[in-house]
Every structure is written in structure tokens, then in C-alpha cells.
């Protein structure tokens, strides 16, 4: 199996082994609640990756649409769609769609992009 195959499927199957583990969760305290004090919820975990990977997603997007990308075009991105109130599962939905995005953005590119 190529490199290039190998990100693809890591990337996707972190978030399937993740929707699974969530989704069988129906209670939304317990999500939202740490294993311990200090730590992070599930919830908190997620929104992070979700955040990240919107925050990536654009810089991605450029890189490979641009034969000399300035990143500093990008700037801050705003994360307006976003409500604190969202549940984990509604959170978990929006992180699978961008990280789809990135999956497929990554899949389009040429051979020679990954060298």
C-alpha cells in the first residue's frame, strides 16, 4: 500500500473509530463531563479536532491549489458557524464533514505532490 494510502485511511478510520465510540453514547453528561478533574471531556476532545481541522482545512486547500501560496492570505479562521450549546453528536457531524474534506482534497492530489 502506497504512503499516500495509508494518510488517507489513518484520517478516515480515526474518525469512524471515534463516531463509534460517540454515537453509542446517548448520554450527553457523560460526554460533556471528564474522566477526571483536569482532563478534557469527550466533548472538549472532539470540539479541539473539529477546530483544528477547520483551521487546517484552508491552508490544505490552498497549498494544493496554488503554485506559490502565501499563507498568510488565510489569516484567523472564524469558527461563526459554531454554538457552544451543540450537542457531541452535532459536533462530531461537522468535524466528519471537514475532515471528509480534507480526505478528499488530499485524494485529488497529483503523485508528485506528495514528494
Do not use: C
Not at 28 to 39: I, K, S, Y
Not at 83 to 90: A, I, N, Q, V
Amino acid at each position: 500500500m502506497e504512503r499516500e494510502e495509508q494518510i488517507y485511511l489513518k484520517l478516515f478510520h480515526m474518525l469512524n473509530y471515534l463516531s463509534k465510540r460517540v454515537s453509542s453514547q446517548r448520554d450527553e453528561a457523560r460526554l460533556t463531563r471528564p474522566a477526571e478533574r483536569g482532563e478534557w471531556s469527550v466533548r472538549e476532545v472532539i470540539v479541539h479536532l473539529r477546530d483544528h481541522e477547520a483551521r487546517t482545512y484552508p491552508k490544505l486547500h490552498l497549498l494544493a491549489t496554488t503554485a506559490h501560496p502565501d499563507l498568510r492570505r488565510i489569516g484567523e479562521v472564524r469558527l461563526t458557524d459554531y454554538h457552544p450549546e451543540d450537542s457531541t453528536l452535532t459536533v462530531i457531524s461537522q468535524f466528519r464533514r471537514i475532515r471528509q474534506s480534507t480526505v478528499s482534497l488530499l485524494r485529488e492530489l497529483p503523485r508528485d505532490a506528495w514528494d
